[in-house]
């Protein structure tokens, strides 16, 4: 009998599954755009991916036959892992919802296209009770794509009461 050889293995361990970013995030299919988060440090800084598919609802007419992530959705994947980090510890967060309120200083630096893994870093730069402001890079393979600086308010769902 051969000597056995234990070997190992690499683990690639994330913070957040998708059915955990969906039990912080309102959004759902098609506009859900976060698929893991990888890293967070409490309410500084939030690593996440979204990996892009041709199966992507807006590659149909983004554009037909050299189909390109929409720099719009680019920003939203962004706001989007920022908003796990916002909504992870805030208490009542089924009857709140966070709003885009500016979007500072977007730059698209490559297209983004079916295949690419787009890894989003998002870092807090201010914060008051129910605004703040985020600064972040989308990158695919380490090379920038997008980066930009949001700013979001944190309100009542509509039809809900009290703050």
Known sequence: MAD???????????VYSIMDIMSFLPHRYPFL???????IEGEKRIVGLKNVT?????FQGHFPGAPVM???LI????AQVAGVMI???????????IYFTGIENAKFRRPVVPGDQLRIEMQ?????TNFGKMNG??????????EATVTFAITKRPGQSGQ
């Open 4 to 14: 056995s050889v234990t070997v190992p293995v690499t683990e690639k361990r994330f």
């Open 137 to 146: 890079q989308a990158t695919v393979d380490g090379k920038l794509a997008a």
């Open 54 to 58: 041709i199966n992507e609802p807006f």
């Open 70 to 72: 929409p720099g719009v």
């Open 87 to 97: 909504y992870r510890d805030m208490p009542d967060k089924a009857r709140k919802l």
């Open 33 to 39: 755009l976060v698929d893991r988060i990888l890293e």
């Open 75 to 78: 920003i939203e994947c962004m």
């Open 124 to 128: 807090l730069l201010s914060r008051r």
